[in-house]
């Protein structure tokens, strides 16, 4: 059971936009900078967004983060096909003394 | 361009010890700053962090394996290993290797390995 929440599952349609949530408390979002990692099955975590909002190199702009208090936010844009995975957030967990990750959410482009 | 492999028995059997070596190609793991890490994903589950060393060979580990796992470094080689011992079927999972500066960003990762616990 993670400590870190996200929902599911979410959807929509090509070149429209997906919000996905990250919610923790204090012990890890709240005081902790949080990343965001795109899984396609079969291949390897790609980081999307470190430090709550910076995109590593090649990273498009259609992805970005923000965090607020306890939860973060990934949102994308402009959805394409290629967006299909599922989507998880990380972060340190103090009170674990642990990284930790969300359970993860499933991105479907309609 | 860092390159990370994860290499070992795709197969344990229960009560063994599973251990996997991750080889580094592109960049030197004595290189200071950077955490090399053992992650974890179980069929059908989310992401676990198995533990981390760091340039000097400092570890740390998830609390919750922690007095199972064992992960180690060979600098001539640039490779780190990982040895989880007295495993059972919830140790079967994809692991990956990857590094992490001091912030928890992993930003390279291997391709995975899928280990099996099975008689």
């Known amino acids: 059971q993670s400590v870190l929440t996200q929902p599911p599952s979410v959807s929509a349609a090509p070149g429209q936009r997906v919000t996905i949530s990250c919610s923790g408390s204090?012990?890890?979002?709240?005081?902790?900078?949080v990343s965001w990692y795109q899984k396609v099955p079969g291949t390897a975590p790609k980081l999307l967004i470190c430090?709550?909002?910076k995109r590593p190199s090649g990273i498009p702009d259609r992805f970005s983060g923000s965090k607020s208090g306890t939860s973060a936010t990934l949102d994308i844009t402009g959805l394409q096909t290629g967006d299909e995975a599922n989507y998880f957030c990380?972060?340190?967990?103090?009170?674990?003394?642990?990284?930790?990750f969300g359970p993860g959410t499933k991105v479907t482009v309609l | 361009q860092l390159q990370l492999q994860e290499s070992g028995p795709g197969l344990v059997k229960p009560s063994e010890t599973l251990s996997l070596t991750c080889f580094v190609s592109?960049?030197?793991?004595?290189?200071?700053?950077?955490?090399w890490a053992w992650i974890r994903q179980p069929p059908g589950k989310g992401l676990e962090w198995i533990g981390s060393?760091?340039?000097?060979?400092?570890?740390y580990y998830n609390s919750s394996l922690e007095s199972r796992v064992t992960i180690s470094a060979d600098m001539s080689k640039n490779q780190f290993s990982l040895n989880l011992n007295s495993v059972t079927a919830a140790d079967t999972a994809v692991y990956y290797c990857?590094?992490?500066?001091?912030?928890?960003?992993?930003?390279?990762w291997g391709q995975g390995t899928l280990v099996a616990v099975s008689s």
């Open positions: 990857a590094r992490h500066p001091q912030a928890p960003n992993f930003e390279y």
């Open positions: 060393i760091y340039y000097d060979e400092n570890t």
């Open positions: 592109g960049g030197s793991i004595s290189s200071p700053g950077y955490y």
């Open positions: 430090e709550n909002n």
């Open positions: 990380g972060t340190w967990d103090g009170s674990l003394h642990a990284h930790v």
């Open positions: 204090s012990s890890n979002i709240g005081t902790n900078v």
